[in-house]
């Protein structure tokens, strides 16, 4: 009787492989444990035996450079001839019709085959190529001398094929088109290949590329059947086996005669050469021989032979796992279609083939998509992608690099591209949506390892998150009328963060500390920088910085740091000299990347300081500073662009104040001199943690600490009688505050948007779901999640300070007292 699942036929369901694929998961696969991997279009995953396996081999044997005589070197050579032969067959390719070069990867072989025919002939060559293609079958069009074009449908590439008999050249012509769109699935006619080649029979010097790379990661590449097989596929191993990272360019030999003219050779590929003299060279006979330059990935190539086995072993073939994916994606398409908000709105906007049936001549086990809330907003792609991350679901967002399929699906226009290009859209950036469309799609793509519960888990997190089971309602403050008075507020506690990303200095009770018109003395003047790229590290990135803990020591004029549980202490000193900042330490400019701001940071030069560093994180970096008076960042909070003209309800999102045309500045922190949040917030937020549903636990969350969230100045509610009841966000609607008995006037900014580093516990550096999880459900403005206000020095406070520097002062325990909207 056929097994199902849910009711569901599951025929298809890891039919032919060795075991069910959740056996083979736990054995094979013990790194997903608790995470749910839905890139495989970015690369499958290995499995334990495939290393295992290699790893024998490699201690077994000892293999030697192929290009000697040595017997070690011959038994190399032995070993890929042999690999090489299985990888053919491994796509039904014979080898007396084709010949397999190896290569580092699928772009590897596209560019080796656009410099064949940059140098095939004195003019050049043209390009065509369809508009699903990766960018590396972009870019040939570079080299095309005699002109390129982009199809945008199948039926423009289907009238140039009809008409190639009449429009013959001189030149030679190259067609590449992806198999599969490595950005929704869509699938290409292999007959295209054919096709051409028929109708062009008379020139002969129109050639086919394939980009195979997507496709083989799921299906089966038959190449059995030489008159329809591409001149030229190129494709990725890691795509099918996870490792190793090689790739290959397969040739039909029919075609390789336009090969002969290619004029760089490498180490290996001829088989004399004259260096002086009349330039004269011979090259090898065969044709990975004269295209395989210098010393071959022997050992990757060798490990290929392990992938084949252990892969047979596990799945059987790549029709099997065809099979598999194609009913999980199924699955999860029916799931993601099927979803409504309670208005009736579409949840998921799909990006397909208009014929997509999950079949194998038209659709892959890839689905991109966008999120709508049920006012038809889109939800930016950013926040589904870092949220899917704390939930331990990995996917892919962007234009997957495959900039026609994506532009033709969002209906950009080149001159829609470069105007967001001049408005600062890059490739990974959180530019969402612009010109009310989004600039990026998001991607599940599926793999021979994915099961039933990777679909359900993710369907569960988008029904979680983003499918709305009710209008949003307002959450409502305790009535005005049972309180007798305003409740005031204090500073329950002030935070400096000496070294960006890196753990709290708590300002101790009874010590005023200055605030300077950058924010808290001190706070944020440093940050880590990596010895290789420059770039500052994050706490989202290392989550140990958070056990990075300074001190600052006032009275000996030192920052004072430990690491984790080590006693051991590096002492920094305070003072702004550029030089001997520390002993036996220069301090030396050097360029960073600060919160997507390039800027000159002084690097510390000293080993000790960089190792005291490295060794704890693991990562080669030094400490750089960034004093005041070499900063010219500026605050730049997220805010809309006008103000709410009502006060709301404490508690609701009102729209952020409209920008203040002078802002003020910053040194390394990401977006204003000061932060702060309030403690009532941070209890209600818990209360929700605590008592809202969690799907798939059977426990609550724990609440989060305050720390979390890494605020300057924490304000609490003074709460002297019964009546008073703690008023969480009330915040939202401040404009500005002042704080002490200076009564120092701080402005606020805007609202702080947050990510995924309010996950990392401050105490272990250890990554959970909370308190994301239900801010993501609970703090949405403007698609923004956001908790907390930025604020800085009043535009007053500036002024009076501009002449002679005014000494503003706060200390723990003051009285806050604020102006709301009104």
Same mark, same amino acid.
């Given at each position: 009787?056929?097994?199902?699942?849910?009711?569901?036929?599951?025929?298809?369901?890891?039919?032919?492989?060795?075991?069910?694929?959740?056996?083979? /998961?736990?054995?094979?696969?013990?790194?997903?444990?608790?995470?749910?991997?839905?890139?495989?279009?970015?690369?499958?995953?290995?499995?334990?035996?495939?290393?295992?396996?290699?790893?024998?081999?490699?201690?077994?044997?000892?293999?030697?450079?192929?290009?000697?005589?040595?017997?070690?070197?011959?038994?190399?050579?032995?070993?890929?001839?042999?690999?090489?032969?299985?990888?053919?067959?491994?796509?039904?390719?014979?080898?007396?019709?084709?010949?397999?070069?190896?290569?580092?990867?699928?772009?590897?072989? !596209?560019?080796?085959?656009?410099?064949?025919?940059?140098?095939?002939?004195?003019?050049?060559?043209?390009? +065509?190529?369809?508009?699903?293609?990766?960018?590396?079958?972009?870019?040939?069009?570079?080299?095309?001398?005699?002109?390129?074009?982009?199809?945008?449908?199948?039926?423009?590439?289907?009238?140039?094929?009809?008409?190639?008999?009449?429009?013959?050249?001189?030149?030679?012509?190259?067609?590449?088109?992806?198999?599969?769109?490595?950005?929704? +699935?869509?699938?290409?006619?292999?007959?295209?290949?054919?096709?051409?080649?028929?109708?062009?029979?008379?020139?002969?010097?129109?050639?086919?590329?394939?980009?195979?790379?997507?496709?083989?990661?799921?299906?089966?590449?038959?190449?059995?059947?030489?008159?329809?097989?591409?001149?030229?596929?190129?494709?990725?191993?890691?795509?099918?086996?996870?490792?190793?990272?090689?790739?290959?360019?397969?040739?039909?030999?029919?075609?390789?005669?336009?090969?002969?003219?290619?004029?760089?050779?490498?180490?290996?590929?001829?088989?004399?050469?004259?260096?002086?003299?009349?330039?004269?060279?011979?090259?090898?006979?065969?044709?990975?021989?004269?295209?395989?330059? +210098?010393?071959?990935?022997?050992?990757?190539?060798?490990?290929?032979?392990?992938?084949?086995?252990?892969?047979?072993?596990?799945?059987?073939?790549?029709?099997?796992?065809?099979?598999?994916?194609?009913?999980?994606?199924?699955?999860?398409?029916?799931?993601?279609?099927?979803?409504?908000?309670?208005?009736?709105?579409?949840?998921?906007?799909?990006?397909?083939?208009?014929?997509?049936?999950?079949?194998?001549?038209?659709? +892959?086990?890839?689905?991109?998509?966008?999120?709508?809330?049920?006012?038809?907003?889109?939800?930016?792609?950013?926040?589904?992608?870092?949220?899917?991350?704390?939930?331990? !679901?990995?996917?892919?967002?962007?234009?997957?690099?495959?900039?026609?399929?994506?532009?033709?699906?969002?209906?950009?226009?080149?001159?829609?591209?470069?105007?967001?290009?001049?408005?600062?859209?890059?490739?990974?950036?959180?530019?969402?949506?612009?010109?009310?469309?989004?600039?990026?799609?998001?991607?599940?793509?599926?793999?021979?390892?994915?099961?039933?519960?990777?679909?359900?888990?993710?369907?569960?997190?988008?029904?979680?998150?983003?499918?709305?089971?009710?209008?949003?309602?307002?959450?409502?403050?305790?009535?005005?009328?049972?309180?007798?008075?305003?409740?005031?507020?204090?500073?329950?506690?002030?935070?400096?963060?000496?070294?960006?990303?890196?753990?709290?200095?708590?300002? =101790?009770?009874?010590?005023?500390?200055?605030?300077?018109?950058?924010?808290?003395?001190?706070?944020?003047?440093?940050?880590?920088?990596?010895?290789?790229?420059?770039?500052?590290?994050?706490?989202?990135?290392?989550?140990?910085?958070?056990?990075?803990?300074?001190?600052?020591?006032?009275?000996?004029?030192?920052?004072?740091?430990?690491?984790?549980?080590?006693?051991?202490?590096?002492?920094?000193?305070?003072?702004?000299?550029?030089?001997?900042?520390?002993?036996?330490?220069?301090?030396?400019?050097?360029?960073?990347?600060?919160?997507?701001?390039?800027?000159?940071?002084?690097?510390?030069?000293?080993?000790?300081?960089?190792?005291?560093?490295?060794?704890?994180?693991?990562? =080669?970096?030094?400490?750089?500073?960034?004093? @005041?008076?070499?900063?010219?960042?500026?605050?730049? @909070?997220?805010?809309?662009?006008?103000?709410?003209?009502?006060?709301?309800?404490?508690?609701?999102?009102?729209?952020?104040?409209?920008?203040?045309?002078?802002?003020?500045?910053?040194?390394?922190?990401?977006?204003? @001199?000061?932060?702060?949040?309030?403690?009532?917030?941070?209890?209600?937020?818990?209360?929700?943690?605590?008592?809202?549903?969690?799907?798939?636990?059977?426990?609550?969350?724990?609440?989060?600490?305050?720390?979390?969230?890494?605020?300057?100045?924490?304000?609490?509610?003074?709460?002297?009688?019964?009546?008073?009841?703690? /008023?969480?966000?009330?915040?939202?609607?401040?404009?500005?505050?002042? !704080?002490?008995?200076?009564?120092?006037?701080?402005?606020?900014?805007?609202?702080?948007?947050?990510?995924?580093?309010?996950?990392?516990?401050?105490?272990?550096?250890?990554?959970?779901?909370? @308190?994301?999880?239900?801010?993501?459900?609970?703090?949405?403005?403007?698609?923004?999640?956001?908790?907390?206000?930025?604020?800085?020095?009043?535009?007053?406070?500036?002024?009076?300070?501009?002449?002679?520097?005014?000494?503003?002062?706060?200390?723990?325990?003051?009285?806050?007292?604020?102006?709301?909207?009104?």
């Amino acid at each position: 009787m056929e097994a199902k699942i849910n009711g569901e036929s599951r025929a298809e369901y890891c039919t032919g492989y060795s075991e069910d694929v959740d056996v083979i /998961r736990e054995r094979e696969y013990s790194f997903l444990k608790d995470t749910t991997y839905l890139d495989h279009a970015g690369t499958t995953l290995y499995p334990k035996s495939l290393i295992d396996s290699f790893a024998r081999d490699l201690t077994s044997n000892l293999l030697g450079n192929p290009h000697s005589r040595s017997s070690s070197s011959q038994l190399s050579t032995q070993r890929v001839d042999d690999i090489r032969l299985k990888a053919l067959r491994f796509f039904n390719a014979d080898p007396e019709e084709f010949d397999l070069v190896f290569v580092a990867n699928a772009t590897a072989a !596209i560019k080796l085959v656009a410099d064949v025919f940059r140098d095939s002939s004195p003019q050049g060559f043209w390009y +065509g190529h369809f508009i699903d293609a990766h960018t590396s079958l972009v870019g040939v069009r570079e080299l095309a001398q005699m002109g390129h074009r982009c199809f945008a449908t199948k039926d423009e590439v289907e009238q140039w094929i009809s008409e190639l008999a009449s429009h013959q050249t001189n030149f030679p012509r190259l067609f590449a088109y992806p198999a599969q769109s490595n950005m929704n +699935g869509r699938r290409m006619p292999i007959q295209w290949c054919s096709k051409i080649r028929d109708t062009s029979s008379e020139t002969g010097n129109v050639y086919t590329l394939l980009d195979a790379a997507s496709f083989v990661s799921t299906a089966p590449l038959d190449l059995s059947d030489t008159s329809t097989a591409p001149d030229f596929t190129a494709l990725s191993f890691y795509k099918i086996f996870g490792f190793p990272d090689l790739g290959a360019l397969i040739v039909r030999k029919s075609a390789a005669g336009i090969l002969e003219k290619r004029k760089f050779f490498g180490g290996g590929t001829v088989d004399m050469v004259l260096a002086q003299g009349t330039p004269w060279h011979a090259k090898k006979s065969t044709i990975h021989e004269r295209l395989e330059d +210098g010393t071959l990935p022997f050992h990757n190539i060798i490990a290929l032979d392990s992938a084949f086995s252990t892969h047979a072993r596990l799945f059987g073939s790549m029709s099997n796992v065809s099979s598999h994916t194609r009913y999980l994606a199924k699955r999860l398409h029916s799931r993601l279609t099927a979803m409504t908000h309670f208005n009736g709105e579409k949840v998921c906007h799909l990006y397909k083939s208009p014929e997509t049936a999950f079949d194998n001549l038209t659709q +892959g086990p890839i689905i991109a998509f966008n999120i709508r809330n049920s006012s038809g907003a889109w939800v930016g792609k950013s926040e589904v992608e870092r949220l899917a991350n704390v939930k331990n !679901i990995q996917i892919r967002s962007g234009s997957h690099c495959n900039p026609g399929g994506t532009a033709a699906n969002l209906g950009w226009t080149g001159p829609d591209l470069i105007r967001n290009y001049s408005a600062g859209l890059r490739c990974g950036d959180d530019h969402d949506v612009m010109d009310g469309k989004p600039t990026g799609i998001l991607r599940v793509s599926l793999g021979a390892i994915t099961n039933i519960r990777d679909i359900d888990a993710f369907a569960s997190f988008i029904d979680e998150f983003y499918v709305e089971k009710a209008p949003s309602i307002i959450p409502l403050v305790p009535p005005v009328e049972i309180v007798s008075q305003q409740p005031s507020f204090y500073v329950e506690s002030l935070s400096v963060y000496p070294i960006k990303s890196c753990g709290a200095f708590k300002v =101790p009770d009874g010590q005023r500390w200055e605030i300077k018109r950058e924010g808290l003395a001190w706070d944020r003047e440093w940050c880590l920088i990596h010895q290789g790229t420059g770039a500052a590290l994050s706490m989202k990135k290392y989550p140990r910085m958070a056990l990075i803990r300074p001190v600052i020591d006032l009275h000996r004029g030192l920052l004072r740091i430990t690491c984790g549980s080590d006693p051991k202490e590096l002492e920094i000193s305070l003072h702004r000299e550029v030089t001997n900042l520390v002993t036996t330490s220069l301090c030396q400019s050097a360029k960073s990347n600060v919160c997507g701001d390039r800027v000159i940071v002084q690097a510390y030069s000293s080993p000790t300081v960089a190792s005291f560093f490295s060794n704890f994180l693991g990562v =080669p970096c030094t400490l750089a500073r960034f004093p @005041p008076q070499i900063s010219t960042r500026v605050s730049n @909070p997220t805010r809309s662009s006008k103000r709410t003209q009502r006060a709301p309800m404490p508690g609701s999102f009102p729209e952020d104040p409209s920008p203040i045309p002078e802002q003020p500045p910053i040194l390394l922190s990401n977006e204003s @001199p000061i932060l702060l949040i309030s403690r009532s917030s941070v209890n209600r937020l818990n209360e929700q943690i605590k008592y809202n549903p969690r799907p798939n636990h059977s426990t609550a969350a724990r609440a989060v600490e305050a720390d979390v969230f890494r605020a300057n100045i924490v304000v609490a509610e003074n709460l002297h009688q019964l009546a008073n009841a703690e /008023r969480p966000y009330i915040e939202d609607i401040w404009q500005s505050f002042s !704080i002490g008995p200076e009564q120092v006037h701080f402005d606020v900014l805007g609202s702080c948007q947050r990510c995924q580093m309010v996950c990392v516990d401050p105490y272990t550096g250890i990554r959970r779901e909370e @308190p994301f999880s239900t801010l993501a459900k609970t703090r949405k403005i403007n698609n923004k999640i956001v908790f907390g206000r930025h604020a800085s020095l009043s535009k007053m406070e500036l002024l009076q300070g501009s002449n002679a520097p005014k000494s503003c002062t706060i200390m723990v325990g003051d009285v806050v007292t604020h102006s709301q909207v009104s």
